[in-house]
């Protein structure tokens, strides 16, 4: 997402990314730089600053380039809604779903999405225009729509225009397009040895269940 952010507001020059392997990570990240070494986390006016939207939002506010969030005050009050709502509420009950029924309850959260971009009609993005709403999301998104089909033979698009042509229309910038993730198969493979395991087991759980019944 910090990635996503820094390319969309033309701020490759401006900050130097330094990738780090999640697998084997250096000990000077931990000791010198982000003491809970998770990433992202970015180091600027000797202040480090960590957690995706917080980064959003600062880089969005002390960097040049234009602003990401509207004055519109009602659009600003939604935009607020659908940042927390990320966090809080829409990746972690996809990532739920996909131990329990994919397909309804993260359908239920892909609902939420495509109603939230009917509300305003002044361009496809979340707030109408592009904003920082669409970069919370849009890393997220981007995983579920290839990991579903795979995964649980699922269309996060199908019945759902909006989140189509939202998709359409990010996929056409080119900050946002070169952000994404290549190696689909990689990917999926990550979130297949992650989550269908414990599907697996619970598959297993229902047949002992019904055995015993
Ligand atoms: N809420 C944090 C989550 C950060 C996070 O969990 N990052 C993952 C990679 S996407 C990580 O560093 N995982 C390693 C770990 O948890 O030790 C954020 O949005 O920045």
Redesign the pocket.
């Known amino acids: 997402m910090a990635f996503v952010n820094f390319n969309l507001e033309g701020l490759q020059d401006k900050i130097k990314l330094v990738p780090i392997d999640?697998k084997n990570r250096p000990d000077w990240y931990k000791e010198k730089v982000y003491p809970t070494?998770?990433?992202?986390s970015m180091e600027h006016n000797n202040k480090v600053i960590?957690?995706?939207?917080d980064l959003v939002k600062y880089v969005d506010s002390n960097f040049e380039g234009p602003s990401l969030l509207p004055d519109d005050p009602e659009k600003r009050k939604f935009a607020e809604e659908l940042i927390a709502y990320s966090d809080t509420t829409f990746v972690p009950e996809v990532y739920r779903s996909f131990a329990k029924d994919a397909r309804t309850l993260a359908g239920a959260q892909f609902d939420y999405l495509e109603k939230a971009l009917l509300k305003f009609d002044d361009g496809p993005f979340f707030l109408g225009q592009f904003s920082q709403v669409d970069i919370a999301y849009a890393p997220f998104i981007e995983r579920f729509q290839v990991f579903m089909p795979e995964g649980f033979d699922y269309d996060i698009t199908t019945g759902r225009h909006k989140l189509a042509k939202w998709i359409e229309e990010m996929n056409k910038l080119d900050g946002y397009k070169q952000t994404k993730v290549l190696e689909h198969e990689k990917m999926v493979e990550y979130y297949k040895n992650r989550f269908l395991p414990v599907l697996t087991l619970q598959i297993l759980d229902t047949f002992l269940f019904l055995f015993l019944v």
Do not use: M, R
């Open positions: 999640l070494n998770k990433v992202p960590g957690e995706s939207l």
